[in-house]
């Protein structure tokens, strides 16, 4: 960094604009920032040439400059109004999130933040980078902590009525509870949610956030055609935003298709003017295991697992209503295989359903304590005996019905007796 400053002026800026290389250009802007002028115009264009050096050390990755730049930037702060030195300190937060791995730079950086916020007395501003905080050390799976900073920030936003901060917060602390699975306290933080964002005009991606948190609370109820409604208002909303969340409202709705046995109708889908921007990996995963699906196959199942692993098993909300989807196409499959055998060896079984014994023999031993089917598996034979359906006898359910008959007989003939008497 040069030693001599430059005043603040729109030929400066002009200047690092024309600068032939990024490195020279924000070494001209660091100099701008070292003018002593407090003019308003002065100001002015450091707050401008702030925003173009932001934006040049984020296009070279340097997480850390931008670090120190917000350090160095404290002295000027206490110049400028405080919306303003908010939406600097957020536009470099931001910048910072947009480079590769530096989940730990964020926290770091935050948390400097909330210091010098504190020291500062800044609440509007500690407010918004605890929240940003309490989201990061979520991402970076420390929920404890977490949810410990955002109990103490709801407290303090709700005696403020800040209604827009509060559906940020109720959000993510639905987030949050979602991810520890406890599932109630998801669905009241996410209704809280929903309320403050009644009362206030949310934009488009916030309210694409409550309906894709919807959509994954009411698919964790096995309600998936509501889950479904949800995810495509989710869809709509990023779509119309060109954000990349669009593709996981997507992938969602191609998901509950498919657990509801329609798995046809993700071709259409896919295939859509909509659905088309999108086609990628994700989409690929999802195809795959709709055709799995169609063809009954677990052979195809399992290597669209094995193809998609990223799309599939990492992604946690797929990958719990594969599982069941899994678990329910095996024993479909089973139960067809067992059909036509009385007494049947189980390694047959498992060549026909080309699986490995063990895994097959654990899973039939797992649908007999179930009940269903009625059979045993005869270890030492290594076989698996049927027994069949033992018929219910109708005799019991007539007894039991003739006996509340004459039960309802004897209260009748009673009340009558009991009007004669009087």
């Known amino acids: 960094m040069a030693s001599t400053h430059l005043a603040a002026t729109t030929e400066s800026l002009a200047l690092a604009m024309e600068a032939k290389d990024p490195s020279e250009a924000i070494s001209i802007l660091y100099r701008v920032l070292e003018d002593p002028s407090s003019s308003p ?71 400097e933040m909330v210091q010098w916020t504190h020291a500062e007395k800044r609440t509007f501003l500690r407010q918004r980078v605890e929240a940003r905080l309490a989201a990061l050390l979520m991402e970076n799976k420390e929920y404890s902590e977490a949810l410990t900073l955002l109990s103490s920030l709801i407290k303090e936003v709700r005696r403020l009525d800040d209604k827009l901060l509060l559906v940020d917060i109720d959000l993510l602390e639905s987030k949050l509870h979602f991810s520890l699975r406890n599932l109630p306290k998801s669905k009241a933080a996410l209704t809280a949610a929903r309320t403050a964002a009644n009362a206030i ?24 055609k509501t889950a479904y409604s949800y995810f495509f208002e ?51 995963a999802m195809k795959a295991v709709a055709d799995a699906h169609s063809k009954r196959s677990l052979k195809l199942f399992e290597i669209a697992l094995r193809d998609y692993r990223a799309q599939l098993e990492e992604d946690p909300i797929v990958h719990r209503h594969l599982q069941s989807l899994y678990d329910t196409l095996l024993e479909q499959n089973l139960c067809r295989l067992i059909e036509p055998f009385s007494r049947v060896e189980i390694t047959h079984i498992a060549e026909l359903i080309e699986l490995p014994m063990d895994h097959v023999e654990r899973k039939l031993s797992q649908m007999i304590l179930d009940k269903k089917f009625a059979g045993t598996l005869d270890q030492g034979a290594g076989c698996l005996v049927i027994f069949d359906d033992p018929k219910t006898d ?29």
């Open 234 to 284: 989710a869809f709509e909303s990023f779509n119309a935003l060109e954000d990349p969340k669009a593709v996981f409202s997507l992938k969602y709705m191609l998901l509950c298709k498919i657990m509801v046995n329609q798995a046809d109708d993700v071709n259409g889908i896919i295939s859509s003017k909509a659905g088309l921007q999108y086609v990628g990996p994700d989409l690929d």
């Open 394 to 422: 109708a005799i019991y359910p007539a007894t039991l019905d003739t006996i509340s008959n004459v039960g309802k007989v004897v209260d009748s003939l009673y009340a009558r007796s009991a009007k004669i008497m009087a």
């Open 201 to 224: 005009y949310v934009p488009p991606a916030q309210q694409g956030a409550i309906d894709l948190q919807s959509g994954i609370l009411h698919a964790e109820e096995k309600d998936y």
């Open 41 to 111: 115009e002065a100001l002015r264009m450091k707050e401008q040439a702030i925003t173009n050096l932001t934006d040049l050390l984020r296009q070279e990755n340097r997480g850390e400059d931008l670090r120190s730049l917000l350090t160095q930037l404290r002295p000027f702060f206490s110049l400028i109004p405080k919306a303003k030195t908010a939406k600097i300190v957020r536009g470099i937060i931001d910048a910072v999130a947009k480079i590769p791995g530096t989940s730990h730079l964020q926290i770091v950086l935050c948390r």
